[in-house]
């Protein structure tokens, strides 16, 4: 099963302060995207082998599926929130409150499962040392590191902002509809997020099981397990 870490970047900045640096974060986005629908439709056809093997297989699927839900969680939260934020519905205070409350509680599953999938892609490329599987233990170690370094480096701004925007002490009842405001954004990310990588996961896990059944392909082929 070949699976992909992904790369976090946190900074709403961007969004208003050039042209080119959006260009630039909505290219991030796309990015995770299709490392995300990759994650889910890889874990889709390694479903059935992994769980009748079980084991480090079977764990490694869950890592790509909590790996796939975070990222495609992530996209949706960029697009709500900032699509809240243009429409009127939230100010920038609470944009930017969104957008910290879904990444941290993203971050940790993403670092977590990020350690595992960069384990298993270093044992592969060990094992196989052939071009992809270097590529992709090159492009995990990268993704792991850079995830790493920014939580280390925003988090504690981050949960200090949050602090500021939900300890209660708002100066209106609007303050507070507002951040609830906030957090339903983030809670329909999140479920955005993982029924998109169950539904991925499903239908391709079930377009495999027909190949198999018909014999166009062999049960275990596309497995890559360290």
């Known amino acids: 099963m070949l699976v992909l870490n992904k790369s976090l970047n946190f900074n709403p900045a961007p969004f208003t302060e050039g042209y080119m640096q959006t260009l630039l974060l909505v290219g991030l986005l796309l990015l995770n995207f299709a490392i995300s629908w990759f994650n889910a439709y890889s874990i889709g056809r390694s479903w059935a082998d992994a769980k009748a093997v079980g084991g480090w297989p079977r764990f490694m699927t869950w890592c790509g599926g909590i790996m796939s ?23 920038p205070k609470y944009v930017k409150a969104a957008l910290e409350l879904g990444y941290v509680i993203i971050i940790l599953p993403v670092l977590g499962s990020g350690l595992a999938i960069w384990m ?93 059944l018909d014999g166009k392909r062999s049960p275990g082929t596309q497995q890559r397990y360290a």
């Open 69 to 91: 839900a975070s990222g495609f969680t992530w996209c949706y939260l960029i697009i709500m929130a900032l699509s809240a934020g243009a429409l009127g519905f939230l100010p």
């Open 120 to 212: 298993d892609s270093i044992t592969t490329a060990w094992r196989e040392r052939d071009a992809m599987s270097i590529g992709v233990a090159g492009w995990n170690t990268f993704a792991q590191v850079h995830n790493t370094y920014e939580a280390a480096r925003i988090l504690p701004g981050v949960l200090g902002d949050l602090s500021d925007v939900f300890d209660g002490d708002g100066d209106s009842d609007g303050d507070g509809a507002l951040a609830l405001l906030a957090i339903l954004v983030v809670i329909f990310a999140l479920a955005g997020g993982v029924l998109t990588t169950v539904m991925i996961v499903r239908s391709t896990a079930r377009k495999y099981a027909g190949e198999v």
